[in-house]
């Protein structure tokens, strides 16, 4: 059983720069397909960001490509989420999750393949 938690998220202004951190314990971290969702205020949950086990490919939303950057420190049991150029839009709770599966790219972006997810933290990016 994988417990995540999400920490880093706070209020920043438009052009900001702020990083997510998400910590596992209790299962093999290295093995996971990790995630980052955000659900926007008043909007269903979408895919940010994930990062495929053994750091073997990234995928991206479109709209934070080029400003967002995943990663994942196996040895700390860390993922980390760091965004550039923070826009209004961005305002959300951020969720990680986690899949025991290696996912294929094509079902990176879909939530319904992530059995494990964090409680979530706040970013709030507005002037």
């Known amino acids: 059983q994988v417990q995540l938690l999400e920490s880093g998220g706070r209020w920043v202004q438009p052009g900001d720069s702020l990083r997510l951190s998400c910590a596992a314990s209790?299962?093999?971290?290295?093995?996971?397909?990790l995630a980052w969702f955000r659900q926007p205020p008043g909007k269903d949950r979408e895919f940010v960001a994930a990062v495929k086990r053994g750091n073997t490919g990234t995928s991206y939303k479109n709209s934070v490509r080029g400003r967002f950057t995943i990663s994942r420190d196996n040895a700390k049991s860390t993922m980390y989420l760091q965004m550039n150029s923070l826009e209004p839009d961005d305002t959300a709770v951020f969720y990680c999750?986690?899949?025991?599966?290696?996912?294929?790219?094509?079902?990176?972006?879909?939530?319904?393949?992530?059995?494990?997810w964090g409680q979530g933290t706040q970013v709030t990016v507005s002037s």
């Open positions: 999750g986690a899949s025991s599966r290696g996912l294929i790219s094509s079902c990176l972006a879909g939530d319904e393949w992530y059995e494990y």
């Open positions: 209790g299962g093999a971290f290295s093995t996971y397909t």
